[in-house]
């Protein structure tokens, strides 16, 4: 099988990242039975040494990053599974930090296919998800690498999430808010439930400061699970001593030891993740593995995650970042205020239709000077007149709105008509996010012509 064929295979799956299907996948299944007979048909790959495993709403990307990041400082291979991706498939699966090559992308593909159709044909399991299919194909890397970590994002929620398979040595739980409330609950509390669902029996649990809602649910299910907890709000303080476009210098204090790291992340956020992960290694240490704190500082200063309050130009100064729920959004809007002071501001809108984009549109137009509402190649993007329809609907005026059905066409248009003292913020979801890199940075990503909206074909 090459690359090619490896994709369009994967894209025959079904897709529940790109579909909006009626009834969610989460309330469609009742256990992971599926997903673990296609391992099993695998000789489960799965069983893999030092595995992280990390859900939240907000910053397990970032976090998984992290730690990620400063277990190849302090010398292990690693595995790094994650999603959704950018700008090619290949980049959920990394060993090493490196994308896998598309021969052994395509390998793993043709690996697993033959076992996906033996499921298939199994009447007491049934065909894989993509996310299923690549979930399996990233364990068979990894063990195939032979990696000394794995860092594991689920990919959604936690429970029936086809990464929770895994026994790790660690789990962790980034901040939870409402998202994805169709399929995981109406409240914070029925959500954070829902990502508990990865602790596993006396598997140490670090959480980052949370909801209390969400902190109840949390450690009533590490203590059903008699899982250690270490609640990053109540034994860990940190602090950001500088920020300039390199990233943030930050002091972080643990039970363990004081760190000064700079961190190659803008935002407040990134260093309550910072935290976190140091917390998530620092656990790792008290198992008995050895990661020096130089690894740690090392790991931090050179961590890589595209995307998120990215700045993808200084002249004019343009930010990306894939922010697509209001607590996210808000969240970026104040970090913009505090680190990245300008006197005007100016917002490439798109966003997913599945998303609360109401909430997000309000508190853009609180902030914003002028709107740009443009669309990814998502087929759950939102149409721009929809966007600008909600922007008229809260008292934006219309004459600082502008429409287009490109996301490079808006940068250009934003870029065009720059003021001194501006800032070109591109948010509301993360297909919107990469798309703007593409088209700043040159890159060529993966197109998939079958999976535009129809409208766009």
Known sequence: MKYQDAIGSLLSLVDHERSAPAMPRQKRIYDLRNVQRLLERLDNPHHLPGIVHVAGTKGKGSTAAMVESILRAAGYSTGFYSSPHLHTFRERIRIDGVPVSPCVFAGMASTVWPHHLANASDPESGPATLFEFLTAMAFGAFSDARTAFNVVEVGLGGRLDATNVVVPDVSVITPVSLDHTAILGDTIGEIASDKAGIIKPGVPVVMAPQFPEAATAIKSAANAQSSPLVSVANSVSWQTDSISHAGQQLTINTQHDTYHPLVALLGDFQAANAAVAVSAVETLIEAGHRIPKEAILDGLASVVWPARLEVLSRNPLVVADGAHNDHSVSTVLDTLSASLPHRRLTVVAGFS????????????????????????????????????????????????????????????????????????????????????????????PETYPDLLPPDLR
């Open 353 to 444: 239709r599945d998303k609360r984009v109401s909430a997000m549109v309000q508190l853009i137009s609180e902030r914003a000077d002028r709107v740009l509402a443009t669309r990814s190649r998502h087929p759950r993007s939102l149409r721009p007149s929809e966007i600008v329809d909600e922007f008229l609907s809260v008292g934006f005026p219309a004459d600082t709105l502008v429409e287009t059905d490109q996301v490079a066409v808006a940068i250009d248009t934003a870029m065009a008509n720059v003021e001194d003292d501006e800032l070109i913020l591109i948010t509301g979801s993360l297909f919107v996010a990469a798309e703007a890199r593409e088209a700043i940075l040159g890159i060529d």
